[in-house]
């Protein structure tokens, strides 16, 4: 019996923690990003939410966003595997107002923020490493490459951002 409940309280406690469902979780704007309206200068974030599901509770899904000055949206970088079952890379590129998104029900936190000057300066080199991330084919959820070793291969190409990731940013230390 004692065996019994211990299975149905990890069996609740796997559901009450987890969003079994992509497809209805939340991807609203957490609304801590500069808004690009109000906002004209430069801009550079990082950004780690709990991974989809049971796997945030070990780790992160990370991605950079970037707005040059005085431009209306954000481009966001990130690594997605599921993109490469449809054939597309991994590494993908979209603008949005929003770079702030809940990752599947996870709000974001900063990792990092830089703006004005040095952002401005910087954007370039963060553009320039995106350009030649050398696993933007590839997805391996452990060791690597995945969603978080591409900020950190971005990080130790442009290390003036100083961009530290979190201890469950798993995959992180592949770019090394």
């Known amino acids: 019996m004692l065996k019994y409940i211990g299975v149905m309280f990890v069996a609740l406690l796997l559901n009450a923690c987890s969003n079994s469902d992509w497809q209805t979780a ?5 609304g801590i990003a500069p808004d690009p309206e109000t906002d004209q200068e430069a801009v ?16 992160v899904h990370t991605w950079i966003a ?26 993908h590129e979209y603008q949005t107002k929003t770079p702030d998104r809940y990752w599947y029900g996870a709000k ?7 703006q004005g000057e040095k952002a401005q300066r ?23 490459p995945n ?10 190409k442009v290390p003036e951002l100083g961009l530290k990731m979190p201890f469950n940013a798993i995959g992180s230390g592949y770019a090394d």
Do not use: C, M
């Open 108 to 114: 974001p936190e900063k990792l990092l923020s830089i």
């Open 66 to 91: 970037t707005k040059e000055q005085h431009a209306e949206k954000y481009k966001v970088y990130e690594v997605v595997g599921w993109r490469l079952k449809s054939g597309l890379p991994a590494l």
């Open 147 to 156: 969603s978080n070793t591409f900020p950190a291969w971005v990080g130790l």
């Open 122 to 144: 910087l954007i370039p080199q963060i553009t320039q490493a995106v350009a030649h991330y050398p696993w933007a084919d590839q997805y391996t959820v452990f060791p690597g």
């Open 26 to 30: 939340s991807r609203e704007p957490a």
């Open 44 to 59: 550079i974030e990082v950004y780690a939410a709990d991974a989809f599901s049971w796997r945030g509770w070990f780790a």
